[in-house]
T-cell receptor
Framework: GENVEQHPSTLSVQEGDSAVIKCTYS??????FPWYKQELGKGPQLIID?????GEKKDQRIAVTLNKTAKHFSLHITETQPEDSAVYFC?????????????FGQGTILTVHP | DTAVSQTPKYLVTQMGNDKSIKCEQN?????MYWYKQDSKKFLKIMFS???????INETVPNRFSPKSPDKAHLNLHINSLELGDSAVYFC??????????FGNGTRLTVT
């Protein structure tokens, strides 16, 4: 089955700095890669996703890059703000009827210091 | 509000008891899921239903039984609760290739 590795497990940055979280996956059949943000006491919330037919996607301060050959994808957050502090999860799925069968990474605790 | 809602939010019970968690979505989605998040925050899929039909059934003890009375509802019944069942259980829904929308979880504590 799919295995997703996520690094780092914790990340501490100053407000205004950039943050990068990296994930690798094992199953070459995976073609859907979402990123979720989880705040304390809440469920994971989708922040951005990318499908295998594109290499990069951007939404304001958030961008995701995908390298299918190397089987890795990354989340980039620019101009970080204290409200970006949360746990971030990457995930992978094989698509088709399996879009919802997400294999998650272990999570990254991001702390943005004012 | 359009959302995935779960009840109860907190559930504290003793070993050996049977309990249920309920989930409802009003997003018009056709697929619903149960995910489990353990104490280390690791998220893992348990079950998925599409239009009331079970389509994903991961390696979960058969003490866990999902039920979907209609495509807007998915419940999780757990028999003979064990200490290791303590976790946060998340319901989610999706439609076709759309992203998953998660509920805010049910924190189950077994004492």
């Amino acid at each position: 089955g799919e295995n997703v590795e996520q690094h780092p497990s914790t990340l501490s940055v100053q407000e205004g700095d950039s943050a990068v979280i990296k994930c690798t996956y094992s199953d070459s059949a995976s073609n859907y890669f979402p990123w979720y943000k989880q705040e304390l006491g809440k469920g994971p919330q989708l922040i951005i996703d990318i499908r295998s037919n594109v290499g990069e996607k951007k939404d304001q301060r958030i961008a995701v890059t995908l390298n299918k050959t190397a089987k890795h994808f990354s989340l980039h957050i620019t101009e970080t703000q204290p409200e970006d502090s949360a746990v971030y999860f990457c995930a992978a799925a094989a698509g088709g009827t399996s879009y919802g069968k997400l294999t998650f990474g272990q999570g990254t605790i991001l702390t943005v210091h004012p | 509000d359009t959302a995935v809602s779960q009840t109860p939010k907190y559930l504290v019970t003793q070993m050996g008891n049977d309990k249920s968690i309920k989930c409802e979505q009003n997003l018009g989605h056709d697929t619903m899921y149960w995910y489990k998040q353990d104490s280390k925050k690791f998220l893992k899929i348990m079950f998925s239903y599409n239009n009331k039909e079970l389509i994903i059934n991961e390696t979960v003890p058969n003490r866990f039984s999902p039920k979907s009375p209609d495509k807007a509802h998915l419940n999780l019944h757990i028999n003979s609760l064990e200490l290791g069942d303590s976790a946060v259980y998340f319901c989610a829904s999706s439609h076709g290739a759309s992203p998953l929308h998660f509920g805010n979880g049910t924190r189950l504590t077994v004492t």
